[in-house]
């Protein structure tokens, strides 16, 4: 099993910034991606940014040029910088590992509790 344990959350006015972290732990063999995941009261759970172990990323169109994920895999932890933040921003965030705990198994997804991040003055 994986365990993905999140922190950073918090109340921050506009054009502020937050800083989450995700780290995973358990029987992990090989993660393959990591990203951020935020749904909103009455919305869908929706893409905010994932990062494949080759390095390539991709963003939601709502943060491009204001979030930024990165990720340390010595320590199995992926970040995600939230710059300018605005009230629509307002969710909550859910870490998401797509990971494998054995060299037999197939890729599986494990998701954090979610840490709620709210924009307003």
């Known amino acids: 099993q994986v365990q993905l344990v999140e922190s950073g959350g918090g109340l921050v006015q506009p054009g502020g910034s937050l800083r989450l972290s995700c780290t995973a732990s358990g029987t992990i063999f090989s993660i393959y991606t990591m990203g951020w995941h935020r749904q909103a009261p009455g919305k869908q759970r929706e893409l905010v940014a994932a990062?494949?172990?080759?390095?390539?990323?991709n963003y939601a169109g709502s943060v491009k040029g204001r979030f930024t994920i990165s990720r340390d895999n010595a320590k199995n932890t992926v970040y995600l910088q939230m710059n300018s933040l605005k009230p629509e921003d307002t969710a909550v965030y859910y870490c998401?590992?797509?990971?494998?705990?054995?060299?037999?198994?197939?890729?599986?997804?494990?998701w954090g509790q979610g840490t709620q991040v709210t924009v307003s003055s």
């Open positions: 998401n590992v797509r990971a494998v705990t054995s060299a037999y198994d197939l890729p599986f997804d494990y």
């Open positions: 990062l494949k172990s080759g390095g390539s990323t």
